[in-house]
């Protein structure tokens, strides 16, 4: 069952807190459905979380804050732990670098890159891959990938782009309202000033020249300046930091993007998409 399940692949972050909750319950001399009436949650959820069978989401680890943080903010801070503990091995270590990137470009030849994504067309390609996951698990997923997206107001501002093959927004996961809704909010999201999004043609390459044929990429810059390659492809990553190999990258890219259609003609395609649908 997925109690049992849970207890057994605990992370150490899930332990830690686990363990925490614990001892701060007991020194404010409280029980488990005392704590549970103070944060709105049932005896059965905290003796869980206490437990490792389900560990704390981030608005239980809020209330915990308030009601046993002691003001410390020691619940708040392992937001950031828990939150990483959901993420795929392969994605962890890109992943702590994208919470802090001062730049972020993406380019994708198959799906809307995780950062845009709307939680259902997240939920659809979460809980349609293979091999299937259990529900609770698509739902874990589908909640760390959105809050990823609190790098959009975070300060100091990231610069973030993401340029998209043409084959991506004609490309439905769940259902057509499902990519509807997602090519909404990429129209939504492609106003922020902080935010580029732009259409790579399909054909591109009757031009002559299409420097995204060799498949999607990631480069980030991080607080010390440092620029960095992610590539993924079948559940495995690599993460680039020779200088050479990065500079190969992003000059790569920026002919990507230099290809792509501007910032007007790229949402014009994406709206004429949405009306073909």
Known sequence: MASQENKDRASTAAQLTSDIVRLLRKLAGMTQEELAKQIGYTGSAVSALETGAQPANEKMLDRLEGAIGCGM???????KYVRLDKYPTYFKDFARLEQ???TLCTYETLLVDGLFQTQEYARALIGGGYPPLPDYLVEELVEARMARKAIFDREPTALIEMVLEESVVRRPFGSWDILRGQLRHLIEVSERPNVSIQVLP???GLRGRNAGARGPMKLV???EHRMMVYLEVQDT????SEPADVTRH?????KIREQS?????????????????
């Open 261 to 277: 259609l501007g910032r007007d003609d790229s949402m014009a395609l994406i709206e004429r998409v949405m009306g073909e649908l």
């Open 73 to 79: 903010g020691i619940f708040t801070a392992a937001k």
């Open 237 to 240: 990553s690599n993460l680039i």
């Open 221 to 223: 810059q991080t607080p």
């Open 250 to 254: 992003f000059h790569r890219y920026t």
């Open 100 to 102: 802090a990137a001062l």
């Open 202 to 204: 399909m054909d591109r």
